[in-house]
């Protein structure tokens, strides 16, 4: 991938509205060509830091830096950033060539680079012959790749999008999520996404980092913050996952509620805060384990996801491949779980 994106800098920025704490003391630094998510619930204050980056908002305090220069009092219109909104915003009186040209004419660019620029960024997004449709004649992926054409065409190199795939149904979405990365990747600006869909997160980033409460929780690599969570806000916001609370220790593991003894690595013997395994973590054994009973199988085409129940009252999801080494279960089975040790998480109180 050609790098030709900016690194960003938050240091320390707080944003209020009035008693109201949007953003507090958010520090983040983002590598030039980087895919970073802004991961979190309503409210958590993504929205906020986006604004604040490309000058919709102004913070309170703490600064905000653009290849090591300061942006917190530049105007929106130099900070030269694109930006990828929901609802498109697309002119509905011009055509595609010219909505994409707009951002070009803001800049005074010459009428024959504005028709060449604007169509290079049409191919990219493969809506070359598509130039002289209206928006109202476009699908729903058709406009996104209109907005996203007019978001590049005058080659910014940080870019912001603010649930950029929301308007779309789950089929249209998933593809527009690879074609994202593809662009970005094609023309290496960093890019700074805002979603709470953690499918979404999983798939484009190259970091994310999740939000609540105008902080942030951890910030890390999908697979780092899927594998490794630092707490159990971040293990039940990405992800299924079975957290169960861990009531004291013994000399061969934790005690863990509704299971008794779980065996833990052996340099981790915790005695309080919660167990955290994902689904596919949990596996049914022919002999030892614990005792339990299916209570609901669901179908999901490549795979089948069990919740059982123990026989000390926990109730676990399990998933499991469809790879034909396994009968499929049936609700009122029995059967016997065990836990891969090494996929064991301890998450505190």
Known sequence: MVVNGAAIEFKKVRKTYGNFVALESFSMNVAAGEFMTLLGPSGSGKTTALNSLAGFTDITSGDILIDGV????????????????????????RNVLGNVAFPLE????????????????????????LAERMPHELSGGQKQRVAFARAIVFEPRVLLM??????LDLKLREAMQLEIK???????CTVIYVTHDQGEALTLSDRLAVMDKGLI???GTPQDLYDRPNSRFVAEFIGLNNIIKISGSKHDGAIVDGLGVIRFPSEIQPS??????????????????????????VFLGD???YVVETRNGAELT???????????????????ISFEENRLIHLPE
Do not use: C, W
Request: net charge positive.
């Open 70 to 93: 300061s942006i917190a009092r530049v105007p929106t219109e130099k900070r030269n950033i694109g930006m990828v909104f929901q609802n498109y915003s697309l002119f509905p009186h």
């Open 106 to 129: 803001m800049r005074g660019v010459g009428r024959a680079e504005i028709r060449k620029r604007s169509l290079k960024a049409l191919e990219i997004v493969r809506l070359g012959g």
């Open 162 to 167: 603010d649930e950029p795939l929301g308007a």
């Open 182 to 188: 593809q662009y970005q990747q094609q023309i290496g």
């Open 217 to 219: 929780r951890q910030l």
């Open 272 to 297: 309080q805060g919660y167990l955290s395994v994902r689904p596919e973590h949990i596996r049914r054994t022919p002999t030892g384990g614990h005792p339990a009973i299916v209570r609901q199988a």
């Open 303 to 305: 795979a089948v996801r």
């Open 318 to 336: 399990l998933a499991e491949p469809r790879s034909g080494e396994n009968s499929s279960l049936d609700p009122g089975s029995e059967i016997a």
